[in-house]
């Protein structure tokens, strides 16, 4: 994936590459700091939509059931619904040891064709810098 060519922003340093904490990792920290900051706000209606895993084990009817019931492929790591709606994909910070999923891209983009805030950001520390940026577009 070629992070310069996205319709909008990335977070962090495209350019790191070294150690660095799982995507799951960065992901629990951003949501337990956004959690414990913003208890009774932010962090009440911030979610995480499950799809990765439920493309796993051929479950080809649950599936389709699943995509009946609203799953949608692709639908980003982080998603704050507001006035101005924040749309995070979370990649490691090294992001050429995370992967892309179908449909990640694509969701973005329509995330952003509609009026979103979407982004891409590396580390959880990246996502926070991302979320203060949305905050003051979001006011």
């Not at 904490?21 to 706000?41: C, G, I, K, W, Y």
């Not at 479950?59 to 749309?87: C, N, W, Y």
């Amino acid at each position: 994936m070629r992070l310069s060519k996205l319709p909008f922003p990335v977070y962090g340093d495209t350019t790191f590459r070294g150690k660095c904490p799982s995507e799951a990792m960065e992901q629990m920290t951003f949501f337990n700091t956004l959690r414990r900051v913003h208890a009774d706000t932010w962090g009440r209606i911030a979610l995480h939509p499950r799809n990765e895993g439920q493309r796993k084990g051929g479950q080809i009817k649950a599936m389709i059931q699943h995509k009946a019931e609203g799953l949608t492929p692709g639908a980003s790591d982080i998603i704050i619904p507001a006035r101005v709606t924040f749309v995070c994909e979370l990649k490691r910070q090294d992001h050429t040891q995370s992967q892309w999923q179908p449909g990640q891209v694509e969701y973005l983009e329509a995330a952003h064709a509609a009026g979103a805030f979407a982004c891409v950001a590396l580390g959880w520390k990246s996502a926070w810098v991302a979320f203060l940026d949305w905050q003051n577009v979001a006011k």
